[in-house]
């Protein structure tokens, strides 16, 4: 089965960017879809942005569109999430996911990293 290791989080002011990367080991990101979640404090996680599994196809939440964007290096077996004008309502712990099923429900995940915007 597939390992996910997230990094990439941080402090940082509203307006500012940060990318945040999801790598892979153990099998090959190719042979899944992936997705990245978040989830504040005291509120449900929450899909923040999908891809498919040659990285293709790609899927936003509304609150994100036009902000972030999500990529998947096949070569780097790593998954990356950039985060362009990032907004205090953007504070979270985001998770990396991973499925290779054609249900809804994502069976592996990362241990998440924290994204903290201060206003």
């Known amino acids: 089965q597939v390992q996910l290791v997230e990094s990439g989080g941080g402090l940082v002011q509203a307006g500012a960017s940060l990318r945040l990367s999801c790598t892979a080991s153990?099998?090959?990101?190719?042979?899944?879809?992936m997705a990245w979640f978040r989830q504040a404090p005291g509120k449900e996680r929450e899909m923040t942005a999908t891809?498919?599994?040659?990285?293709?196809?790609?899927s936003y939440a509304d609150f994100v569109k036009g902000r972030f964007t999500i990529s998947k290096d096949i070569a780097k077996n790593t998954v990356y999430l950039q985060m362009n004008n990032l907004q205090p309502e953007d504070t979270a712990v985001y998770y990396c996911?991973?499925?290779?099923?054609?249900?809804?429900?994502?069976?592996?995940w990362g241990q998440g990293t924290q994204v903290t915007v201060s206003s």
């Open positions: 996911a991973a499925k290779n099923s054609f249900g809804p429900r994502y069976d592996y």
């Open positions: 153990g099998r090959t990101v190719s042979n899944y879809a």
């Open positions: 891809i498919g599994y040659r990285g293709s196809s790609t």
